[in-house]
């Protein structure tokens, strides 16, 4: 069983990169975006690391929903908030469970 409908209270889109002609013999990459999605979105608590003198953040949010088609090469939108994915995980292992994918913000 999924996620209950009343706590996916927000919209997302995947977003796929996508690679087109730019009408000179070159090319240009660019996210599109997908399908749209309700989730749950929360924060976590920061989990950083010092590697070499450079603070390193690994993700910074957790997004909950239904079970979609996405992989970790896509990202998530909300709004004018972007999202690079850093784990995605099925708990249930069914497919009509839910999924909770890890993200890192980005500016």
């Known amino acids: 069983m999924g996620i209950s409908s009343g706590l996916l209270i927000e919209t997302f889109y995947p977003q796929t990169l996508t690679e087109t002609s730019d009408g000179q013999g070159g090319t240009t990459t660019s996210f599109a975006d997908g399908t749209a999605f309700r989730g749950r979105l929360s924060s976590l608590p920061v989990n950083e690391r010092m590697s070499a003198d450079k603070l390193t953040v690994f993700a910074s949010h957790k997004l909950f929903c239904d079970v979609i088609s996405i992989s970790e090469s896509d990202r998530i939108r909300n709004d004018t908030r972007y999202f ?24």
């Not at 690079?84 to 500016?107: D, R, W, Y």
């Open 84 to 107: 690079e994915i850093k784990g995605i995980v099925q708990p249930s292992n069914l497919s009509n469970g839910h999924l909770e994918i890890t993200l890192l913000e980005i500016n």
